[in-house]
């Protein structure tokens, strides 16, 4: 299966992506394998775009196409949620200047599935913004998602306030998105960096320890 879905979704052929997806799902399998085929296809699609051989009209087909494929997937990717002892309250959102939220949406769902409060800022958030949800919702995680690279500034901005609010002591920071790695993450400050919704899940329940 994986290699038809990678294939439907780098094509953009919206009809072969749903059809499998649906049949992957009627199968049993795993909601993140069939989620990190997609994500594999749209991986090529970047690639092509980086290429000029896609342009902005494919790249909007192609967060719509995932969009769709990740209503199928909810249902069962709910299902899945690691239940957690963890009572943490994360306020989470993709940061100023960057309007990605495909992988953000998918973090959310198994954070929430896996018994997290979670308030989602959605996209294009200023720091003023996070911290303004921190205060309200008296969370303990920060998350925050990047996928441009130029978007890392204003993630370290947000870090940056939340020091001068006297919140980074109680607050722990997790950053992820294609503009993140380990080190990028260290460099601006964050408490850890994960790579995908289940290492989401499992760092968030051991920074809370
Ligand atoms: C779809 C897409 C779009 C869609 C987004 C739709 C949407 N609603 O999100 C649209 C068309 C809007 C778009 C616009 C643009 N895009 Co775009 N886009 C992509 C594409 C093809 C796929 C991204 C995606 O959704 N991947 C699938 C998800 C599941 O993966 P993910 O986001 O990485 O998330 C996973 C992990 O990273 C992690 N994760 C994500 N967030 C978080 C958060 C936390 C806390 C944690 C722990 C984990 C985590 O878990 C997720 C699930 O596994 C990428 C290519 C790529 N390789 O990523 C380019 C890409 C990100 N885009 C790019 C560019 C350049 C743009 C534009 C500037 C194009 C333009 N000329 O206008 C604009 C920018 C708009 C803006 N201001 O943000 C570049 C960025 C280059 C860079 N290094 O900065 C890329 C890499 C393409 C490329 N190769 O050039 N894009």
Redesign the pocket.
Known sequence: MADLLVEAMANLDRNAVLDNVEKEIKRGTDPLKI?ESL?QG??I???L??KKEYF?AE??T??DV??NAFQKIKPALEKKGLRTQVRGKIV?GTVR????????N??TTMLVSSGFYVEDLGVDVPAEKFIEAIKKTDANIL???A????ALEAAKETIKLLEKENLRNRVKV??????FDENTAKRIGADAY????L??VKICQKLLR
């Open positions: 989620i994500s749209l991986k699609v970047g690639d775009y980086d902005l790249l909007i192609a967060g995932f969009q989470i200047g960057d309007l990605h939220d495909i992988g953000k998918i973090v998350a925050m998602s996928l441009l690279t130029v997790i950053c992820g998105g294609a503009a994960g790579k995908d919704p290492d989401a």
